[in-house]
């Protein structure tokens, strides 16, 4: 079992640059993907971002390439979503997600373990 916990989402002016963090507990995230997806109201889920714990190796959405950056500080367990340049269109519920991913890391259906969500709202 993996427990995830975000933090960092909240109330942000468009062109802010927050930072959201995923604390992993439970086992080694060692072979594991994780990966970011976002929900605004109204609309699916979808993926945003994912990197595999033990290559480093990064996916994105293309509308946040260039934008936003995955990483992971395998020390504290945690992998962070630094967003930059945030637009409106930004605002989500932003859920982290952790599975042994064969290939379709943009799949939310690959990921076994999921956090409760942070709330990202854009808006001046």
């Known amino acids: 079992q993996v427990q995830l916990v975000e933090s960092g989402g909240g109330l942000v002016q468009p062109g802010d640059s927050p930072r959201l963090s995923c604390a992993a507990s439970?086992?080694?995230?060692?072979?594991?993907?994780m990966g970011w997806f976002r929900q605004a109201p109204g609309k699916e889920r979808e993926f945003v971002a994912a990197i595999r714990w033990s290559s480093g190796n990064t996916y994105y959405e293309d509308s946040v390439k260039g934008r936003f950056t995955i990483s992971r500080d395998n020390a504290k367990n945690t992998v962070y979503l630094q967003m930059n340049s945030l637009k409106p269109e930004d605002t989500a519920v932003y859920y982290c997600?952790?599975?042994?991913?064969?290939?379709?890391?943009?799949?939310?259906?690959?990921?076994?373990?999921w956090g409760q969500g942070t709330q990202v709202t854009v808006s001046s």
């Open positions: 997600a952790a599975g042994w991913v064969a290939s379709a890391v943009s799949s939310g259906r690959e990921y076994d373990y």
């Open positions: 439970g086992r080694t995230l060692s072979g594991y993907a």
